[in-house]
């Protein structure tokens, strides 16, 4: 008889795997995407195929002949990585600087730590920091959507809440609103930004596959939202001439791509239910304050980067439940 | 009807209840049984036999030895042929008695007549005695001696008897089709438990994969004190803490047992057994064993003996798949892989699973990605991501204060781990451990 496999409990195991998890994300992605080359046209599918390129190559590059391991580059975390980055990146981004970016977060964000799953921070949020420090022209020129065939000699302009940023060191909410998008355009991602982040009702559509899937869980994304949805609320009550109101600051900037995509990156975020909504509610505290306060008109990305540094100390000090309360012995 | 289950962690794992509708078939004694001595929780039973003895079903042939102990008997008729260190399914020799079958002669004392007997006069210590003296364990795969479970401790007090119906373990039918064919038997059992344990409320917990079941036995419970309640499928429900919560919203303390919270919690096969001890001086002798498997020709419950060799089963049962690569003894989740299809069926076996082998083998371990999953699906709200990198590390003062002795090794984490990460396997390695170190700190 051929010998028995002999192995200890359990023997089962579930069908998800880690391949399945990222490309799960990534088709949840696929609408936004879908939208996004709509209306950023051929400089959106450039910067999308050389960020992802340059990402799984990277990947593959370092881990067979830096880390002489097996490179595990098509496992779906390289991929996600590149459209996340190219996701956050003006879609007239010269590819150069594509490809910089995408070195930086493979490189620097994920392989110095030790590859997937050690990193602390989130990998395409610091391949965007770094090309946002290091090229912050190139990084703050916004197509104007609808330019299908047009790359890097596309029109540009402002975001919404660049608009709105610079508005109110002179005019009040009520002045620069009309020179807005409507709150319907926003909602489409009818609007300058990043070549991802644009379409809120599209990345809506990916959050509510991701939770059908069970891929991630509500607690980092609803706190996040909700956290801004109030603090701005609260703001714009006190003072609506000076503070915008929620909806707007729902819709713009990389709030829903950073509350659904970039915080909920397994590897840098909480393990703990009650951590999660402690980390979300801190990005969304931080994202407004850097929004409304501070000198960048977004801050998503350095709030969720913060929060990223405090997720070992929330692993830390925040338990789940224990089933069962102590008893003493004897 | 409204479902109950227990609120944290579980997974959900394929239930594959191969050979759930198959009658339970008895088989004939095989020509050789192996009957270890030690097949309950606590201290071996000492062997009363000799080589060369003759003996007869049901009888004594190796004694209770201490508090937590019992009784073990002969399951069949015929000759000692050796008194020895055999393997048994943990993979290592321990004492057993060997029995050469001869002929199918019974002790004269057991009722083996069909009749339900539904009444007793018998009091609180006789059915204790009647149970020990019948070698009844938890059938359920834990083994704790059934007589001393019935003892409740001064200052606590017992307010519910629960029965385990739940078989949360895929492929596993033998408590299903007990519940459909014994189902009189087990009510019997039920009440004879509840006198002994002086309660005056059972619940009787089905999940709801087997509405046959929990359709009979709500019916032949009607206008008792027995309740039968359906529970949403989900595992370990069949976990005695996660039964308990399912039931009663209590939360059994770590470290504590279920009486801590007013419960005693058997099994439904267990109350058979009873049943079978106290009103028909009938000794645990055999018990059903689900013989299952995705290529196995004829799935089945089997009622056998216990020293049955595991190999005579999967004959019965169609003969060893040429594509299996793993036999397990017990339920996938928390059944042990055999090397040896030579040991015997125990008290403990409720089931024998034949793998294939696409299925046998352990996917490739991968980083850990911190999806949380394992902390999700932990039904003791430990995190096993954490368990597994102190014992790695070996840093097992920190793996206690991260209560890992609370850990009843369910499997739920390993089996859910995207990244096949052996989360319970460095989590046992601690418990081991961390065991050691308790025991140190207390021999001080």
């Known amino acids: 008889m051929n010998k028995l496999i002999v192995s200890p409990s359990p023997h089962a195991s579930t069908i998800e795997s880690v391949p399945s998890l990222m490309y799960g994300v990534i088709i949840s992605l696929l609408p936004a995407l879908g939208v996004s080359v709509y209306y950023f046209g051929i400089g959106m599918v450039i910067i999308t195929l050389v960020s992802v390129l340059s990402c799984v190559l990277f990947e593959y590059l370092i881990q067979k002949f830096v880390l002489k391991g097996k490179p595990t580059h098509l496992d779906g975390s390289a991929i996600l990585t590149g459209m996340l980055l190219a996701f956050c990146l003006p879609a007239n981004l010269p590819f150069f600087m594509v490809i910089i970016g995408a070195l930086v977060a493979v490189g620097v964000g994920k392989m110095t730590f030790g590859g997937l799953g050690n990193n602390i921070f989130n990998p395409a949020l610091v391949g965007r920091v770094f090309l946002f420090i290091s090229f912050p022209v190139a990084m703050t020129s916004w197509p104007v959507p609808g330019q299908w065939m047009k790359y890097t000699d596309a029109l540009t302009g402002a975001t919404p809440l660049g608009l709105m940023k610079e508005g109110l060191a002179m005019k009040t909410v009520g002045e620069i609103m009309p020179g807005l998008p409507s709150s319907l355009h926003l909602f489409l991602g009818n609007m300058m930004g990043s070549s991802g982040e644009v379409a809120a009702f599209a990345l809506l559509i990916g959050m509510i596959y991701l939770l059908y899937k069970k891929i991630i869980t509500w607690h980092i994304p609803i706190s996040i939202l909700g956290t801004v949805f109030i603090f701005t609320g609260i703001l714009w009550l006190a003072n609506p001439d000076r503070f915008a109101d929620p909806l707007f600051h729902m819709l713009t900037g990389g709030l829903m791509l950073g509350a659904i995509y970039m915080a909920t990156d397994y590897v840098t975020s909480p393990m703990t239910k009650k951590g999660m909504l402690i980390y979300g509610v801190g990005i969304g505290i931080v994202t407004v304050l850097i929004r409304v306060f501070g000198a960048y008109p977004e801050g998503v990305q350095f709030a969720i980067l913060i929060f990223n540094g405090f997720t070992p100390l929330l692993n830390k000090y925040i338990k789940p439940k224990r089933f069962g309360k102590e008893v003493s012995h004897g | ?444």
Not at chain 2, 324 to 339: D, E, F, Q
């Open chain 2, 1 to 444: 009807m409204r479902l109950k289950t227990f609120s944290r962690g579980g997974v959900h794992p394929p239930e594959n209840k191969l050979s759930a509708g198959m009658a339970i078939r008895e088989l004939p004694p095989p020509e050789l049984v192996i009957i270890p001595v030690s097949q309950h929780l606590g201290s071996p039973a000492k062997v009363l036999v000799e080589r060369g003895d003759e003996v007869i079903v049901g009888q004594l042939i190796a004694e209770s030895t201490g508090f937590i102990s019992t009784n073990i008997h002969a399951s069949v008729s015929g000759k000692v042929l050796k008194v020895d260190r055999f393997p048994d399914s943990t993979g290592y020799r321990n004492m057993a008695v060997q029995i050469q079958v001869e002929g199918d002669r019974w002790s004269e004392d057991i009722d083996r007549s069909d009749d339900v007997v539904p009444n007793t006069v018998l009091g609180q210590e006789d059915i204790r005695k009647k149970i020990l003296e019948a070698g009844v364990v938890g059938l359920g795969g834990a083994t704790f001696p059934s007589h001393v479970k019935l003892m409740v401790p001064k200052g606590k007090t017992a307010e519910y008897l629960l029965i385990n119906g739940v078989e949360c373990e895929p492929y596993l039918t033998a408590d299903h089709m007990l519940m459909m064919e014994r189902s009189e038997e087990i009510v019997a059992g039920i009440k004879l438990l509840m006198r002994g344990l002086g309660v005056e409320k059972a619940i009787l917990g089905i999940e709801n994969n087997k509405p046959d079941a929990i359709g009979k036995m709500k019916k032949l419970t009607d206008g008792t004190p027995i309740r039968v309640q359906g529970l949403k499928v989900k595992y370990p429900q069949g976990g005695e803490k996660q039964l308990v919560h399912a039931l009663l919203k209590r939360e059994v303390p770590s470290g504590g047992l279920p009486i801590d919270v007013g419960v005693v919690v058997f099994n439904v096969g267990t109350a058979n057994a009873v049943y079978e001890a106290v009103m028909k001086s009938r000794p645990l002798i055999d018990r059903v064993v689900t013989v299952t498997g995705k290529s196995l020709e004829k799935p089945s419950n089997f009622q056998v003996r216990i020293g049955t060799p595991v190999s005579y089963l999967i004959e019965k049962a169609g003969g060893l798949p040429g594509d299996t690569a793993k036999v397990i003894n017990g339920g996938p989740m928390m059944g042990k892989a055999l090397s040896d299809l030579d040991v015997p069926v125990v008290k403990g076996s409720s089931g024998i699973v034949v793998i294939r082998d696409e299925e046998a083998s352990r996917k490739e371990v991968k980083p850990c990605i911190r999806c949380t999953r394992c902390v999700g699906v932990c039904p003791m709200g430990l995190e096993p991501y954490l368990l597994m990198t102190l014992s790695e590390k070996k840093l097992f003062e920190r793996m206690e204060t991260e209560k890992v002795m609370d850990c009843m090794e369910c499997g739920s984490c390993s089996f859910t781990c995207p990244s096949a990460r052996p989360l319970l396997d460095y989590i046992r390695l601690g418990k081991a451990e961390v065991g050691k170190i308790m025991r140190s700190r207390k021999a001080v």
